[in-house]
């Protein structure tokens, strides 16, 4: 959103409330999202919450987002891609590992509980899966084409599908997280990326000695 934008629905605030008038209203909320998160359970954070933390109204949050799903998926969405970025090494077989091993990090670690909620929400949730699938997994599997993407022609196949090589690196893990049997570890990571890796490099590409 253009900062022209951002400007005018500033201006719209309430004065009576003392609200500052700049034009950063959406990272105030996307972190106030955030701390709720690390704060409280997801079923528990209001839109009320969330505007009352980020001293801005509920109409203003209702511009940019439809729900509070919404902005509590994008404010993890956006923390984890500036921890998390998807590493590019130049190695393809690191790049995998690093990715894979990034992603069991973030499930294991002390967000792992907030993204685990997002899954079992969208279970019975039908907009929060919907929110699920176009704010996280559609905007960051889209990022993770682009990483694969560099490797086509060199270490990956020509004609392999970017789509099924993601479904097939990341689909394990989703397994094991939802039937919660098996434990989630880099050694389970590099097991999955060796055997994909089988299945799409170029015959006779040699990785470099550190990624092997």
């Known amino acids: 959103m253009h900062m022209g ?46 505007a009352e933390r980020a001293g801005a109204s509920k109409a203003t949050i209702y511009r940019w987002w439809p729900n509070k799903a919404s ?26 590992r690093l990715q894979l091993r990034n992603f069991i990090k973030l499930l294991t670690g002390r967000r792992g509980r907030i993204f685990k909620a997002f899954i079992a929400a969208a279970q019975s949730d039908p907009e929060v899966a919907q929110t699920f699938e176009a704010v996280w997994r559609h905007p960051r599997r889209a990022s993770a084409k682009v990483a694969l993407e560099r490797h086509r022609g ?52 040699e990785f470099t000695p550190e990624a092997k």
Do not use: H, W
């Open 71 to 96: 902005v509590l998926i994008e404010a993890l969405r956006e923390a984890v891609a500036q921890e998390l970025p998807f590493p590019d090494t130049g190695d393809l077989r690191q790049d995998i």
């Open 154 to 205: 060199r270490a990956l196949r020509e004609d392999i599908d970017l789509d099924v090589v993601m479904d097939a690196l990341y689909g394990p893990v989703y397994y094991r997280l939802l039937v919660g049997r098996g434990a989630l570890s880099e050694r389970y990571a590099d097991s999955i990326s060796d055997i994909v890796l089988d299945g799409i490099v170029n015959r006779g590409y």
């Open 5 to 50: 934008t951002l400007g005018k629905i500033a201006v719209e605030e309430p004065r009576g409330r003392g609200r500052p008038r700049d034009g950063d209203c959406r990272e105030r909320i996307l972190r106030a999202g955030l701390e709720l998160l690390e704060e409280s359970s997801f079923a528990d954070i209001t839109t009320d919450s969330i």
